[in-house]
């Protein structure tokens, strides 16, 4: 099966030479093709070029893009979109004054959404979680990492992680799997923080592991959660398990966690609303990549991710949703790099940069996606007919996809 499209207006984030992340004023360079053709061979990107070089083949088929842009889909490398029900009433409590913590102190948050989870059945969540999968592959995302987290008992952990396997298994987007047990003390271990953390340990991650069900661990380290040392402990026990670290950091408090997720050699260290200078020199050369959430800080009201700042001092970042029901009810990439854009002020070039090749790094993805690359899945987006690619971010909250194509095939908008 071969597919040729044809007048394509622009081709972007083109790479002849393999790019495993950008960092720095790197950031700002997104290389494009005007008037493009793009060949798809057996799911895979086999050529591309100017329309002037464009093969005459016999293909199988041939799409006529004439106005309309082409890149690479959306690589979202932190989302919980395994949950079940929702928080619409802490939504409604927030607007009337109360806090994020306040809420999750009082038995809401994390522990509100483990009830539901716990309560409901494997194949109720499979359904649950699957439409949620099917919204962001019609918003651009072709490559996504999913997290564990509202189950917080082994029971409910495993529960949430088969239900990644059975979507990796099910669709034919990229799915990467986090174990994040450790994303808020249970009720039944209120006072006994240790002992969660040692099941988790010795009861949960071995059965993991005997099932392949997550390449990533993660924990959510931050004050009134789990502290440095218990970051340092599971990270150590995920890496004997073969799980590398991704960890949620400095999302309400800088305690260290940072340099922590780098000694122990973390792919990613994600949220980073309050950064310290001295959290951002920890970052400098080495293969942690940041990840900022902006619509997370959007709908929670907190700081952005300083980028600006981050950027400058050479630093790579890259941008995901963190879609799940308590601080982001949203996986929206298009929305994500919009809010990049305009409350961070990345540039277009740095924020597609940062939601494609940085996010396909950000989960061990960047040798199969992220880039329109001879040899590289054909996960593409093919806009509505637009101007320029700086129309993307600037018209925020607008669709601007057409279509989306997944391993060479088109997905079918129902
Ligand atoms: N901060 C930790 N975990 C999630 C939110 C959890 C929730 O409120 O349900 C996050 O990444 O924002
Ligand atoms: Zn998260």
């Avoid at 800080?297 to 963190?322: N, Q």
Wanted: aromatic share 8%; net charge negative.
């Amino acid at each position: 099966m071969t597919t040729l499209f044809k007048n394509i207006k622009e081709l972007i984030q083109v790479r002849t030479e393999p790019v495993a992340f950008l960092s720095g004023k790197d950031m700002a360079i997104l290389p494009t093709i005007k008037n493009a053709f793009l060949v798809v061979e057996n799911g895979l990107i086999a050529n591309f070029g100017e329309m002037a070089e464009c093969p005459n083949n016999d293909f199988s088929e041939v799409i006529d893009a004439t106005g309309k842009m082409m890149l690479p889909s959306w690589c979202d490398s932190h989302t919980h979109i395994v949950y079940a029900g929702n928080r619409e009433s802490e939504f409604v409590d927030r607007i009337n004054g109360l806090s994020y913590k306040e809420i999750a102190n009082n038995g809401g948050g994390i522990l509100n959404s483990a009830k539901k989870l716990q309560e409901t059945s494997e194949d109720d969540l499979y359904k649950q979680s699957k439409l949620r999968l099917e919204e962001i592959i019609k918003l651009g995302t072709g490559a996504v990492e999913i997290k564990s987290g509202y189950g917080l008992t082994e029971k409910a952990e495993l529960k949430m992680l088969r239900v990644i396997k059975r979507l990796k298994k099910n669709y034919p987007i990229e799915i990467k799997a986090t174990f994040l047990g450790a994303h808020a003390v249970p009720a039944n271990y209120k006072n006994n923080k240790a002992d969660y953390l040692q099941m988790l340990i010795d009861d949960v991650l071995p059965k993991i592991s005997e099932e392949k069900l997550a390449e990533y661990i993660d924990i959510f380290c931050e004050t009134g959660y789990f502290s440095v040392e218990d970051t340092e402990l599971i990270l150590e026990a995920g890496k004997k398990h073969g799980l590398t670290p991704k960890i949620h950091v400095n999302q309400f408090t800088a305690i260290g966690g940072v340099q922590a997720g780098i000694k122990h050699g973390a792919l990613s260290v994600d949220h980073l609303e309050e950064m310290r200078d001295e959290d951002i020199a920890a970052l400098q050369n080495t293969n942690t990549m940041p990840v900022a959430l902006p619509s997370c800080s959007y709908f929670l009201s907190i700081p952005y991710t300083p980028a600006r700042k981050m950027i400058d001092a050479g630093l790579p970042l890259a941008l995901a949703t963190d879609y799940n029901p308590g601080s982001t009810p949203s996986g929206n990439m298009n929305f994500v790099i919009s809010t990049a854009c305009i409350k961070m002020k990345m540039t277009p070039e740095e924020a597609i940069n940062a939601a494609t090749i940085n996010g396909a790094y950000a989960m061990g993805l960047e040798k199969e996606v992220g880039t329109i690359s001879i040899g590289k899945q054909a996960n593409l987006i093919v806009t509505e007919p637009i101007n320029s690619y700086g129309f993307i971010p600037y018209s925020f909250g607008n669709h601007q996809i057409d279509f989306v194509y997944l391993k060479g095939k088109k997905w079918l908008v129902s």
